[in-house]
């Protein structure tokens, strides 16, 4: 790799770098050399921002925990508008269609990569609880509309929506399920 050659915002080169790897190859192909090669610069560059890989590997998850708030923010701003079964449809989709499910792999392979997320994220798994966290928002809006009925747990329904739709997503290999697929799941959830 040539020397001397500036790189403009590294860290974002560099996650962006792990999205693709984690999406082409899963937690096992995602190395500092398979990271650095991806992004196109030498390997001393990501040990020159993060102390190890694993503190490279932490701040990627918080950095796509973080890329989930303006996704929050738009799926409570649809409370009201379309149907909830199709908002959730969508969010879900986009939400397990990027780089998530990956992420929960990624944690679960790596245990010092855990440990670190413990000092910051001491409880839940980041994305999905953030996901979680997101959905429910969402359904106590629709609540406040009358349009999910008032007695119904907000917090119970999206944990049944995120397992399942993370069920629903998790094999990597095969097709992901289409968006009818996705729909009948929300509907069986919300009729539960």
């Known amino acids: 790799m040539p020397t001397g050659v500036a790189l403009r915002d590294v860290r974002r080169q560099l996650f962006d770098a792990a999205d693709r790897i984690l999406l082409r190859d899963g937690p096992s192909g995602l190395t500092s050399r398979a990271v650095t090669t991806e992004a196109g610069c030498a390997k001393g560059v990501l040990h020159r921002h993060f102390d190890d890989f694993d503190a490279f ?3 990627y998850v918080l950095d796509r925990v973080e890329r989930l708030v303006p996704e929050a923010a738009a799926l409570r701003s649809a409370a009201g508008t379309g149907t909830v079964a199709g908002n959730l449809t969508t969010a879900l989709t986009a939400l397990f269609g990027s780089v998530a499910v990956a992420i929960v792999a990624l944690i679960t392979f790596r245990d ?3 440990a670190r997320l413990r000092h910051t994220w001491p409880a839940g798994v980041p994305v999905l609880t953030e996901a979680a966290e997101m959905i429910a928002d969402y359904l106590a809006a629709e609540q406040e509309l009358g349009r ?3 007695g119904a747990e907000a917090q119970t329904l999206a944990a049944m929506l995120i397992g399942t739709a993370h069920l629903l997503f998790a094999d990597r290999t095969g097709t992901p399920p289409d ?3 996705v729909h009948r799941m929300v509907g069986s959830v919300l009729r539960s």
Request: charged share 40%; net charge negative.
């Open 112 to 114: 010092e990569l855990r």
């Open 148 to 150: 999910i009925p008032a």
């Open 57 to 59: 590997l932490a701040d």
């Open 179 to 181: 968006e009818e697929a």
